[in-house]
């Protein structure tokens, strides 16, 4: 699936565009690469309470929201905790057809675009973040959806992303200093798309570690889509006063 998304300028990729049809992998023929470990990680790894099977059908739901805003808090305020977390989930790394893959549970495998040794590397550079700040849940940077006239492949869509953001920005411009955007799409466990938002960064210049981790971001608007049993799509978008 691979964490995906735009650069922190704002700036979308036509290349970074995604097809969430090839989102969902099956099992046949992977292969664990760690093999110190030879089955799977269970989800005890992660200290998340959260419960998919009473959420999934709950497009309206904050729950999602709230639990990915505290595990980014986590990985700002507590650089270390996230560490510990990125090793343990080093276990869930698998290969198929010369692909590194990661597996989310529920039968949903993430692409992770940078390779096996994308782990190792954000542990290196999470070592060197200092302490920041938490950062302030804000509404008004949450991205607004038309869920009844739109397809799910919409919300995975290059040009529909440009679009809502273009609106978004439009609106929010003369109150806000804008950080950075990103999108993610992965599993509706919160807890392992704070991880994969901050291991497989795929953008240029580090560009989801530099939203989760910028020291100016004062606010973070969240929204999410379902867009498959048990994938979401994350919209996150950064924000200060601007004045």
């Given at each position: ?85 990125i090793e ?50 804000n ?7 038309d ?39 992965c ?5 392992i ?11 240029n ?5 530099k ?12 929204s ?9 799509c ?10």
């Amino acid at each position: 699936m691979g964490c995906q998304c735009s650069n922190s300028n704002i700036d979308l990729n036509k290349e970074q565009s995604l097809n969430h049809e090839n989102l969902l992998i099956k099992t046949k023929d992977i292969k664990i690469l760690n093999s110190s470990n030879n089955n799977t990680t269970n989800d005890n790894i992660y200290d998340s309470n959260f419960s998919r099977e009473s959420n999934k059908n709950n497009q309206n739901s904050n729950y999602l929201i709230y639990q990915l805003f505290e595990y980014l808090n986590k990985i700002r305020t507590n650089p270390m905790s996230i560490i510990d977390k990125i090793e343990k989930s080093k276990s869930r790394i698998f290969e198929k057809e010369n692909k590194i893959l990661f597996d989310c549970g529920n039968n949903v495998y993430s692409l992770l675009n940078k390779g096996i040794t994308v782990f190792d590397d954000c542990i290196k550079f999470m070592l060197t973040q200092k302490i920041l700040q938490p950062i302030e849940l804000n509404n008004d940077l949450k991205i607004e959806f038309d869920l009844q006239n739109n397809s799910k492949k919409d919300f995975t869509s290059l040009h529909y992303i440009t679009n809502i953001l273009k609106k978004k920005l439009e609106f929010i411009k003369n109150q806000y200093f804008i950080i950075g955007f990103h999108y993610d799409v992965c599993s509706d466990n919160p807890e392992i798309s704070s991880i994969l938002q901050i291991v497989d960064d795929t953008g240029n210049h580090f560009s989801r570690r530099k939203n989760i981790l910028n020291s100016k971001a004062k606010y973070v608007g969240i929204s999410f889509v379902y867009i498959n049993k048990h994938i979401v799509c994350y919209y996150l978008l950064f924000a200060n006063n601007k004045n």
